[in-house]
């Protein structure tokens, strides 16, 4: 039976997964209005690209102190200020929808919201957790904050946008990070106010000190898989209605194509949590790594949509898999009290990814064209598959993940 402990760490994090899943629905939504609100007052295209880099910029530039932050403090203070970052972005939105410079703050600050909800959630999630099996089972569940919220937030958003105008529905989109702050509040009110790890764990902080931890070859390793991954599912999202549409697939197809991916995702997210006893071999991300390389090198060769469909499909499960893998191995791989930290450098590198990553991809495209982007791709996610085999025979993430299980 459960203890009584166990129940109120439980409802804690679930309880920030909800929030998260707020902040996560309020970002996705205002990166569907904002653009579409900047084209209908006559926003230039560079005002656009503008806008829409604001969203990973500001959180990047943010991520590293914010880290320090959440080493140093319970996870009170982290949740309502994403919160209140995210709510005040709302607010500028929808306070004027005619300037492009307070749409470029509104997706600055909410893009910071969601960044740095993320990274509270997960730091408290790593508090609460021993086992590298407990850990896989909590970041899944922190995953499906993201995923349902870029299900929610669009689909209010749009269908606000054409009934009742954008004041409306920015109006409407306030209620998401309100209701955050709310539950933060209420879920976090019987939580230490100060990290377990103490006086000792709290020195550490900084842009300086954050960085100093790639020093560990392990951490180094960890982010090049993690970053490996951004770049396959970004690539995914920019370049495969590119290929559909080579290909001469209809708008539907494509559609769907996409949303096998995101099922396939959203499916495995949900399941996880409840069979990871079968996903924490030391070679799982080996076995990832290999299998993404091999989706990628077929894209370009398979002529139907059907088959398109399967393949991501597969490349939405592999996804959901290796993504909480890269939590569990990120947490072995640096010392407790800077877990923090350690996650603030995964968000900073994943947002300038985010940032830069389209506009290379853009540039590759025009002289390469789109089916040596994919091959290009599996390329790198080989050359993946040996940094995970290096990462999975080091015996002291091994040694130290079992005694802490």
């Given at each position: 039976m459960m203890t009584s402990p166990q129940r109120r760490i439980s409802h804690l994090i679930l309880a920030l997964v909800v929030c998260q899943c707020g902040l996560h629905a309020c970002m996705a939504g205002m990166r569907l209005a904002l653009p579409l609100n900047a084209l209908s007052v006559g926003a230039s295209k560079l005002s656009l690209g503008i806008l829409v880099s604001c969203f990973a910029i500001f959180p990047a530039l943010a991520a590293l102190r914010f880290g320090a932050y959440t080493d140093r403090v319970g996870p009170r203070g982290p949740a309502l200020l994403a919160a209140g970052l995210s709510l005040a972005g709302v607010i500028c939105a929808w306070w004027s929808s005619s300037s492009i410079e307070l749409m470029c703050l509104a997706a600055g600050l909410c893009g910071t919201g969601s960044g740095?909800?993320?990274?509270?959630?997960?730091?408290?999630?790593?508090?609460?957790?021993?086992?590298?099996?407990?850990?896989?089972?909590?970041?899944?569940?922190?995953?499906?904050?993201?995923?349902?919220?870029?299900?929610?937030?669009?689909?209010?958003?749009?269908?606000?946008?054409?009934?009742?105008?954008?004041?409306?529905?920015?109006?409407?989109?306030?209620?998401?990070?309100?209701?955050?702050?709310?539950?933060?509040?209420?879920?976090?009110?019987?939580?230490?106010?100060?990290?377990?790890?103490?006086?000792?764990?709290?020195?550490?902080?900084?842009?300086?000190?954050?960085?100093?931890?790639?020093?560990?070859?392990?951490?180094?390793?960890?982010?090049?898989?993690?970053?490996?991954?951004?770049?396959?599912?970004?690539?995914?999202?920019?370049?495969?209605?590119?290929?559909?549409?080579?290909?001469?697939?209809?708008?539907?197809?494509?559609?769907?194509?996409?949303?096998?991916?995101?099922?396939?995702?959203?499916?495995?997210?949900?399941?996880?949590?409840?069979?990871?006893?079968?996903?924490?071999?030391?070679?799982?991300?080996?076995?990832?790594?290999?299998?993404?390389?091999?989706?990628?090198?077929?894209?370009?060769?398979?002529?139907?949509?059907?088959?398109?469909?399967?393949?991501?499909?597969?490349?939405?499960?592999?996804?959901?898999?290796?993504?909480?893998?890269?939590?569990?191995?990120?947490?072995?791989?640096?010392?407790?009290?800077?877990?923090?930290?350690?996650?603030?450098?995964?968000?900073m590198f994943n947002q300038t990814a985010i940032a830069v990553l389209p506009l290379m991809y853009g540039l590759f495209g025009v002289y390469a064209g789109v089916n040596t982007m994919f091959w290009l791709m599996a390329i790198l996610l080989f050359g993946g598959v040996i940094t995970a085999i290096r990462l999975s025979s080091r015996k002291t993430i091994t040694v130290e993940s079992l005694a802490r299980g």
């Open positions: 740095l909800g993320m990274i509270a959630v997960q730091r408290a999630a790593s508090r609460e957790t021993m086992s590298r099996e407990e850990r896989l089972k909590v970041f899944s569940t922190v995953a499906l904050a993201p995923a349902l919220g870029s299900l929610i937030g669009p689909i209010v958003m749009g269908r606000v946008i054409d009934g009742w105008g954008y004041g409306n529905a920015y109006f409407t989109l306030m209620l998401f990070p309100l209701a955050s702050i709310v539950l933060a509040w209420l879920a976090t009110s019987g939580a230490s106010a100060v990290s377990s790890v103490g006086k000792e764990g709290a020195k550490p902080n900084g842009a300086l000190s954050s960085l100093s931890l790639l020093k560990s070859g392990a951490l180094r390793q960890v982010m090049v898989l993690n970053l490996l991954v951004v770049a396959s599912w970004d690539l995914h999202g920019f370049a495969l209605p590119i290929l559909g549409h080579e290909k001469a697939f209809s708008a539907t197809e494509i559609g769907s194509i996409f949303a096998a991916y995101g099922a396939a995702t959203l499916a495995v997210r949900l399941v996880l949590p409840f069979v990871t006893r079968f996903f924490t071999h030391p070679f799982l991300p080996v076995i990832a790594m290999l299998v993404l390389a091999l989706i990628f090198a077929s894209y370009p060769l398979l002529p139907l949509s059907w088959l398109m469909m399967l393949a991501s499909a597969a490349f939405g499960m592999v996804v959901g898999i290796i993504q909480p893998t890269i939590m569990v191995l990120l947490h072995d791989a640096v010392p407790s009290e800077r877990h923090g930290q350690a996650l603030a450098l995964r968000s």
